[in-house]
């Protein structure tokens, strides 16, 4: 009989983790099969190749803060209100994640890869939404999307 109810329990305690473990929240970027680039110019190369990036976009890119640092390595400007960002490591890149997931300003899209990301401040600069094909270069660049903020 005891070994009856610790079979139960076993199995009740394993049916409630399951669902648990595939809600992890979305806060997090994960990172294991993503592309990874050298340099802001291979990775600006690669998103320029899909989006067709402005050649002189007017502007200058936002950036990330933590700890009183920048959190990029590098950064440049594919639109006006849409950037490239390069990080030295995937916890500067966690970090700037969790900046943009808690901004009040408005949704960011954005697509990121393990060392990089593609932030889209359109909503935020100007209230309109994105021109530019985020699934696309998500898949191109086997990168992940994500659409954060509120």
Not at 27 to 32: A, K, R
Not at 33 to 47: C, G, K, M, P, Q
Not at 90 to 106: F, H, I, K, M, V
């Amino acid at each position: 009989m005891k070994r009856g109810r610790l079979v139960e329990a076993a199995v009740a305690t394993f049916m409630v983790a399951i669902p648990l473990t595939g809600c992890a929240p979305q806060d997090q970027p994960q990172s294991e099969n993503l592309r990874t680039f050298s340099s802001i110019d291979e990775a600006y190369t690669a998103v320029d190749g899909i989006l067709g990036c402005e050649s002189d976009p007017a502007g200058e890119p936002i950036v990330p803060i933590g700890d009183g640092v920048p959190l990029t390595a590098a950064q440049k400007l594919c639109f006006e209100n849409v950037q490239l960002d390069l990080y030295p490591d995937q916890n500067a890149l966690r970090e700037s994640y969790q900046l943009l997931s808690n901004t009040n300003q408005g949704k960011i899209h954005l697509v990121y890869g393990k060392n990089w990301m593609v932030v889209d401040f359109s909503r935020k600069a100007g209230g309109q939404p994105s021109t530019w094909n985020t699934e696309r270069l998500a898949k191109e660049l086997n990168g992940e999307y994500a659409s954060v903020g509120t």
